[in-house]
């Protein structure tokens, strides 16, 4: 897969909703629930987060839930995009990039939305050939006013800005030209999750999926 390829289905999949939800997942009797929920809501892109040793096994399970597009985040090296991609990943997502990582992620035809955080990161991949890229961390970096910036002299990339994001701040994010969704955890509490208040996360789902873009 070339980086072109890679960032129009990362395109694609940025298009489904305006919010792809940021998952922690520790128990994984919780997976599949959840990603039903989430779907259900109609946030169908969900990116699993490589930060917890259930992880694997969670994309594993919520693959197999009808309607549901789920990825892989915090991939950091190229044995995460092959756990990744074995698991049943149908994309990844990167805090930054690397060359060995976007190699991997290539060979491996997992689409990436891999991140950058200064014009210099944008132009490195974008010269790579990503025109689809992660604004990592947001709120840390500036915010919407940053990514704004960011996008005057560099048109050609478009953005899921991820990082202290939350339904308050991303209709600013949203209503940028150069940004395609958000990604924020605020859809999935840990709170609800221990509760299996799944019916309180498709609301959540629900309100976040009608933000407008």
């Known amino acids: 897969m070339t980086p072109s390829e890679a960032s129009a289905q990362a ?5 489904l909703a305006p ?9 994984l009797a919780h997976a599949r629930p959840l990603a039903e929920a989430l ?8 990116e699993v987060t490589l930060r917890t040793p259930v992880a694997l096994d969670a994309i594993a399970e919520m693959a197999q839930v009808e309607g549901g597009v789920v990825g892989a985040g915090t991939l950091l090296t190229p044995e995460d995009v092959a756990a990744a991609k074995a698991a049943g990943a149908l994309f990844g997502v990167s805090p930054g990039a690397t060359s060995r990582l976007l190699d991997a992620a ?11 955080a200064t014009s210099t990161e944008v132009m490195a991949l974008l010269e790579r050939g990503y025109t689809v890229q992660k604004f990592f961390p947001a ?5 919407a006013p940053a990514l704004k910036s960011i996008g005057a002299p560099l048109p050609q990339v478009a953005f899921c800005p991820t990082g202290g994001v939350s339904l ?4 600013t994010y949203l209503g940028l030209g150069n940004t395609l969704c958000v990604g924020g955890s ?3 509490p840990q709170a609800m999750m221990e509760a299996g208040d799944w019916a309180g996360i498709t609301e959540l789902a629900a309100e976040a999926a009608a933000l407008p873009r």
């Open 168 to 171: 308050a701040n991303a209709p």
């Open 139 to 143: 709120e840390a970096n500036g915010g």
């Open 106 to 116: 290539e060979a491996a035809d997992l689409p990436m939305l891999p991140g950058a």
């Open 19 to 27: 919010v792809i939800p940021v998952l922690v997942i520790h128990d």
């Open 186 to 188: 605020w859809v999935a």
């Open 39 to 46: 779907v259900a809501g109609g946030l169908p892109a969900l």
């Open 11 to 15: 395109r694609e999949i940025c298009g």
